[in-house]
């Protein structure tokens, strides 16, 4: 059986796990609770994947940052704007090994996702962190 997103009478929404002839197996996406509910009371949501209700268990910051940020490199980018920023753009080259290219294209990445933005530092051009990176970040860490 493929596994689905259901809704309950009231609105929640479950992923179904197993269906008999009177009730199905379901679990809660946010608290992992399996139950059974009579199959009566149970729908299908089409507008829903399996994979949109299972990551409703996490923070949409969090599915946002790790969908977005491809290599480790780019996530100690964010992490070091976060902690220690916001820094210049000459600061990111000299001090992280980055040449200007790469930086050039992992902060276009970072913005695009909505995790950096540019900002001005010591009259240089520069990038810190937005509230979703923080966010997401601080997430991850606890």
Same mark, same amino acid.
């Given at each position: 059986?493929?596994?689905?997103?259901?809704?309950?009478?009231?609105?929640?929404?479950?992923?179904?796990?197993?269906? $008999?002839?009177?009730?199905?197996?379901?679990?809660? @996406?946010?608290?992992? =609770?399996?139950?059974?509910?009579?199959?009566?009371?149970?729908?299908?949501?089409?507008?829903?994947?399996?994979?949109?209700?299972?990551?409703?268990?996490? @923070?949409?910051?969090?599915? $946002?940052?790790?969908? $977005?940020?491809?290599?480790?490199? $780019?996530?100690?980018?964010?992490?070091?704007?976060?902690?220690?920023?916001?820094?210049?753009?000459?600061?990111?080259? +000299?001090?992280?090994?980055?040449?200007? +290219?790469?930086?050039?294209?992992?902060?276009?990445?970072?913005?695009?996702?909505?995790?950096?933005? =540019?900002?001005?530092?010591?009259?240089?051009?520069?990038?810190?962190?937005?509230?979703?990176?923080?966010?997401?970040?601080?997430?991850?860490?606890?």
């Amino acid at each position: 059986m493929t596994r689905r997103t259901v809704r309950d009478t009231e609105g929640t929404r479950y992923l179904l796990l197993k269906r $008999s002839a009177d009730a199905s197996l379901v679990r809660h @996406p946010e608290t992992g =609770e399996r139950q059974h509910i009579p199959n009566d009371d149970l729908d299908t949501v089409d507008d829903a994947t399996a994979a949109d209700t299972v990551l409703r268990a996490l @923070p949409e910051p969090v599915v $946002s940052l790790v969908t $977005s940020v491809h290599d480790e490199r $780019s996530l100690a980018l964010l992490l070091e704007l976060d902690e220690e920023g916001p820094l210049s753009v000459r600061t990111l080259l +000299s001090e992280y090994d980055f040449c200007e +290219s790469d930086l050039h294209g992992l902060l276009t990445e970072l913005r695009a996702g909505g995790f950096v933005a =540019e900002t001005t530092v010591l009259g240089q051009r520069g990038y810190e962190t937005t509230e979703v990176a923080t966010d997401a970040l601080d997430a991850l860490r606890t």
